[in-house]
């Protein structure tokens, strides 16, 4: 079965650039989940959605936004890309807020 | 103070040993207790799920968790080198609600 799917894998941008993440759920998973992490430290929660509503709002800066489709699927965009926004943003997502969380792979963002 | 304190290592042992890893907590909301691991350049993959205290085992892992003194362990028994990873303890106050995440403790298991 298919896991959690992040795309890009791989990003470069330059400072002040916009940048989207995207995250397709597994399967009848309906709650969807951002984290970013930066080197060598542990995941942050940014934010998440349940049924493409905003459940909760973690440490997510204003230059960032986010939303859940109609088909589940999150993106996550970032504006005014800074330095320090280099990270890896994981998507994990659940069903029905179980804590069984299943992670993507991640996108690895680079802001030169 | 963060709310989930882990010993980053990094532990190194041999083929074989016991492994013993260990996060401290302070948030007494925190029921369900979670330990992940982490391959290098991947996602955090689940390894261990317990609710409140108490011991929980899958094969050679072993998960407790002691509420009253806000300590959560988890022990690899005869520990291979694949378990060479990161391992990161998680915890949320509700079913479904954010996760907090400790440090990650970096294992290398050496042949």
């Known amino acids: 079965a298919a896991g959690v799917i992040q795309s890009p894998r791989h990003l470069i941008k330059e400072k002040r650039e916009t940048a989207t993440l995207k995250c397709y759920p597994i399967?009848?998973?309906?709650?969807v989940y951002w984290y970013q992490q930066g080197p060598g430290q542990d995941p942050q929660f940014l934010i998440s959605?349940?049924?493409?509503?905003?459940?909760d709002k973690g440490s997510i800066p204003d230059r960032f936004s986010a939303q859940q489709f109609s088909d589940y699927h999150s993106e996550l965009n970032m504006s005014s890309l800074e330095l320090g926004d280099s990270a890896l943003y994981f998507c994990?997502?659940?069903?029905?807020?179980?804590?069984?969380?299943?992670f993507g792979a991640g996108s690895r963002l680079t802001v030169l | 103070q963060k709310e989930v304190e882990q010993d980053p290592g990094p532990l190194s042992v041999p083929e074989g040993a016991i492994v013993s890893l260990n996060c401290t907590y302070s948030n007494s909301a925190f029921q369900y207790f979670m330990w992940y691991r982490q391959y290098s350049r991947k996602g955090p993959e689940l390894l261990m799920y317990?609710?409140?205290?108490g011991n929980k085992e899958d094969g050679r892992f072993t998960a407790q968790v002691d509420k009253s003194s806000k300590y959560i362990s988890l022990f690899i028994r005869d520990s291979q080198p694949s378990d060479s990873a990161t391992y990161l303890c998680a915890m949320s106050e509700t079913s479904g609600s954010r996760l907090t995440f400790g440090e990650g403790t970096q294992l290398t298991v050496n042949p």
């Open positions: 994990a997502s659940s069903f029905s807020g179980a804590n069984v969380l299943t």
């Open positions: 959605f349940y049924e493409k509503m905003q459940s």
């Open positions: 317990t609710y409140s205290s």
């Open positions: 399967s009848r998973h309906d709650t």
